[in-house]
DNA sequence: TATGAATGAGAATTCATTCAT
DNA sequence: AATGAATGAATTCTCATTCAT
């Protein structure tokens, strides 16, 4: 009869109160023992759980990941317009900035240890961000898995340059323009549909993988694209 | 003085020879003797230019954001059409790729030391901040500031993305994808000039340095921008 | 009083389960972890039966010495010639080489931890060497204390020094020299018994227990030992 | 200018300084900061010159087997007589036990964490050994290589066993008894020389590499064989 | 000025031992 | 009795920094 302890339980437990710390000072910068501190444990019960520094680390990318893809989708599975989803997604983004930033410069850290090639092969980084690009697709009606990642950068970008610019860039500000491009981006799309286009030599600029599900979509987005909505408080300067 | 130049010039040398090291590993995952050994002089002769790691890493920031981007100017500015001029941009981004990427690592391992009004205050940052931003005006011959650090943003989240998405995403494609929003976003303004607004040439929303290169790009800005050129060697997926 | 003779029994079979192990690593290099594993319990079933790990291994020292070397004694019993005892001992130490190694290097680990005194006061290890050379007496009928213990450091020697010249070495080739070397030896003796003495049958040198058997074995020795027997399979280099 | 040192003769310094801790107390026992504090250095030392513990133990086995060749042969060189040389080697172990035991627990310490196919490829073990056997050979001019390795049988297994059956041997006794076996087994050899023997059936018991040489040193050696020599300071009991 | 050997505090990791269950 | 989670001192190893040359 052992301690009774799920075992996998107080892992994920462990992993999210080592995420703070971690993110925060940054994987090389914080000690095993400041971790172990935080978190309330002694450093031979980090050691029980995690065989390493690194894997610990590792699991952390994972894990954080996978809760983030479900913390966008719960916050926006009930929202029926996309211009909505936009918005709660940037307000998400902009109410829990440095939980965000954090996530963002771990896997950097993280990223920063690996070959390139190592970045394409590692299974915990590649998964998370699949996950991700997962998430946004399905929460914003996009299947233009470029236009996914043009987001994707765009939003990282946003949080970590936020780092070093300071308020030089606001982000309910960027979310507005954003919106406006994404809306006329759309808009002009529909009005010369380079897809099954007739138009041609009009080369198609980016190959959709799901067509049918993809021209639904962009046409609902288009027209439910409210780029007011997604003005926060601020207002543009 | 003669002396006395040589070790400042020499500190320079030094320092641009350190640049790579560090910005590639991160100032607390690198230890003096890997630079040591990559820059090619022992451990003694790096603190006797540099009192400290923590020094050398200041002085080090402080190097690379003075030098910066007017390669960009450089290479641009001759061209004639935004969207040269953007497809050029790009064509550098790719090329030297990894120089972008450790300048911005560079700056966020130092902005992440800092608090927020720290960065707010710090010279150094915001100086060189400021000077990229005027150099993307002044290249692209965009004055809305807005615009600009969009632009900022998006490029400096595709530099970094690439990082830990890996081959995921890819320059080209979304240089391209950019100058597509870039180009219906600028029509959508024309046709109608600042969403709920009526005056038409109004406010000259930023001031611009080089008034006359801005006047005509804008206005060419739309219909000029040919995405294809965007698009390098890389085809789109 | 039933329980205690459970937990006495259990404790010998733990110790008996812990011997590979500890023998095969040493007992600095084996932790209490790989012990319980190895044994199919866990560490702290370990210590339910052994305040630490230096009693454990104390007691294991014990136990290993006590049950020793008496199956030479039953392999050998039977046999008449001394040629042949000697054969099938070294038979019985290269099928189980392993097992003797590990009862040598257990006896060493031990010793080692002691002072020269130690070592001749201790009454484990005292009791657990004088019963193997009793037991070499017997079984080969040589009563010369100090060519039994020629033996014992010879096959000693042989089994230690294997784990480090590894196969350079080999039982059955160094075995049958050994053979050779004892018949030339036994044979000199008779025709010039005991160097400068001149008295023939004069001292029983060294008291031997069971008299029978030793009376007439010395005799046969010389004669009998049939040097081709101590090869085994092995051919000779 | 750096510092001047020796680096390669530093290391070898340190290795002889070394060898006393390490061999004392056993590998596993011992811990890097106490072997610093014994030789006299910092830790960071210690791995400046030696990357590992391992490695620093691996060097050491070989280090030191290396210097008592050269021991042994210094003193035995200029002797004639294989009796001799014989007797002067038995008297410097008998002067140096404890080193020797040292160095001979230190072999085991090593190959003890290694697998028998481990020990077979490790080149320092192998040189040391083979390093050994030469010397033996050359030193007594024996050419017999099975006789040669149960000379290192006899001897580590009387270093050794002495450790843990304390006084009940002796090196002289030993010794001498050696000396009377050796000079039967050889006398008998020659009488009945077995190689290019005539007689019949009679089975060469050991196949000898260099048979020219040997057959001229075996003779040698059964005249000088003189075992009173052997005796030491003690009488045998 | 330049070197790299030397230092030792501090990092990651291990492990004997304890103890709640 | 048995388990294995938890502990933290101790271990191996690293690294910024100093300093003799």
């Not at 983030?68 to 916050?75: A, K, P, Q, Y």
């Not at 549909?193 to 080369?203: A, K, L, Q």
Request: glycine residues 6%.
């Amino acid at each position: 009869m052992p301690k009774i302890v799920d075992h996998e339980e107080y892992r994920k437990e462990l992993l999210s109160k080592c995420f703070e710390v971690i993110a925060e000072k940054g994987y090389n910068a914080v000690t095993m023992r400041q971790i172990a501190q935080r978190v309330g444990v002694s450093t031979g019960t980090l050691y029980h759980y995690f065989p390493s520094k690194e894997s610990l680390f590792e699991q952390l990318v994972g894990f954080v990941c996978e809760q983030d893809s479900f913390e966008f989708m719960s916050r926006t599975a009930h929202l029926e317009s996309v211009s909505e989803r936009l918005r709660v997604g940037f307000e998400l983004l902009a109410e829990r900035e440095e939980y965000f930033q954090h996530q963002t410069l771990m896997m950097l850290d993280f990223a920063r240890q690996l070959s390139l090639e190592e970045v394409n092969c590692n299974e915990t980084l590649q998964g998370s961000v699949e996950g991700t690009e997962q998430g946004i697709m399905h929460c914003l009606g996009i299947d233009d898995i470029e236009l996914v990642r043009f987001l994707g950068n765009f939003v990282d970008g946003l949080l970590l340059r936020r780092l070093y610019v300071g308020d030089r860039t606001s982000i309910p500000r960027q979310a507005a323009l954003l919106g406006e491009m994404l809306q006329a981006y759309l808009a002009s799309k529909q009005a010369a549909p380079t897809e099954p286009s007739v138009e041609p030599p009009v080369e198609p600029p980016v190959e959709i993988p799901d067509q049918a599900l993809k021209q639904t979509l962009e046409k609902k987005l288009s027209k439910e694209l409210d780029t007011a909505a997604l003005v926060g408080q601020e207002e543009r300067n």
